[in-house]
């Protein structure tokens, strides 16, 4: 028997869509329009005054307050990513910095200073999702001996071209679980590719449970609903037996 439907939506990131929701107010209620839609849990990025990305603890704070009043029990995620803050020991200094830490953090294994940084986090009880975004990534990643301190496995090809994205899944996917990684798989791709991504992960089962997620740079929560309709429709029409779980993410592009 199939279980429930796992939605998890995407608030915000690194698109520039006049949509966006930057200021803790406005992540908070595109965090409730979420919930409200069935998502179960939420990721997002901080932006401090000026409209930036941050990693800043006290911006981080008042983001993920506003989120856990607005929807309460509801799991929240944050970006690691390089992207938000380039010099290595500045990032890890302003995440250890953090004193409201949310449940959960994308942490993206190519990047410099990632495993200090999850140790960081894993110390002080959050949950990690390893983010692979190449092969190389994925061999990082099996190398560095964390999947056993994760949560689940980001399978997140950047590939434009649909089929390009799908072979690049399928061979970051092949990395994993030839070195025995039985971690929960949540696979996801860039734009117009999410689709054929998602279709690939849906059409394969992924074993005990597909974990799949789509993003999207529109924020309006019809585009949202709509979405999450599409896809449950093709999840009901699924006859393989042995998809047992749907992890959908919505919303802006995360890393």
Known sequence: MRSKLFLQAALNGVRIHPSTPRTPVQIADEARS???????????????ADGRETFDAGDCAETIRAVRAACPDIPISLSTS???????????????????????????????GILDICELLLDRGVG????L?????AQRFVASGLASHCRRVLIEPLDADPD???????????????????LQQVHHGDGIASWAVNRRAVARGMGSGPDWKTRRCCLMDGWRQAMAISLRRQRRSS?????????????????
């Open 34 to 48: 979420a919930v409200a839609a069935g998502a179960v849990s939420v990721h997002l990025h901080p932006y401090d």
């Open 239 to 255: 006859h393989k037996p042995n998809i047992t779980e749907d992890d959908i993410q919505l919303g802006a592009p995360k890393s």
């Open 164 to 182: 390009d994205a799908v072979q690049h899944a399928d061979a970051m996917e092949r990395v994993v679980l030839d070195a025995d990684i039985a």
């Open 82 to 112: 390089a992207s938000i803050e380039r010099d290595v020991e500045r990032r890890f200094r302003s995440i250890a910095a953090w004193f409201e830490m949310p449940d959960l953090v994308s942490a993206n294994q190519g990047e410099d």
């Open 128 to 131: 990690i999702e390893a983010g």
């Open 133 to 137: 975004l190449s092969i190389k990534d």
